[in-house]
């Protein structure tokens, strides 16, 4: 059985830092890229990073540019984001996701993880 299970969230002054982590099992994890996505109250989920299979190719949302940073170690099956310099509006619960688009597209999702900026 898949299971992608978050981990770092909490309440944290604005500028501040956290890192969540996200370990997956039950997937060959060095087949899948990996994302981490938010949603905030009120509004969708949007993507917030996404890294490839091996690491080579990183995207991040213009809201998170040069303040968030996703890695991954396929040996230990584990996604991370480091997010300095942290915002009220980063307030979210923040979601990673395993997205393998192979022959048979498959995606599984973490259960979430709160991360609060505030004073």
């Known amino acids: 059985q898949v299971q992608l299970v978050e981990s770092g969230g909490g309440l944290v002054q604005p500028g501040g830092s956290l890192r969540l982590s996200c370990a997956a099992s039950?997937?060959?994890?060095?087949?899948?890229?990996m994302s981490w996505h938010r949603q905030a109250p009120g509004k969708e989920r949007e993507l917030v990073a996404s890294?490839?299979?091996?690491?080579?190719?990183?995207n991040y949302s213009d809201s998170v540019k040069g303040r968030f940073t996703i890695s991954r170690d396929n040996a230990k099956s584990t996604v991370y984001l480091q997010m300095n310099s942290l915002k009220p509006e980063d307030t979210a619960v923040y979601y990673c996701?395993?997205?393998?688009?192979?022959?048979?597209?498959?995606?599984?999702w973490g259960q979430g993880t709160q991360v609060t900026v505030s004073s």
């Open positions: 996701k395993a997205s393998y688009s192979g022959t048979n597209y498959k995606a599984y």
């Open positions: 039950g997937i060959p994890f060095s087949n899948y890229a």
């Open positions: 890294i490839t299979r091996t690491g080579a190719f990183i």
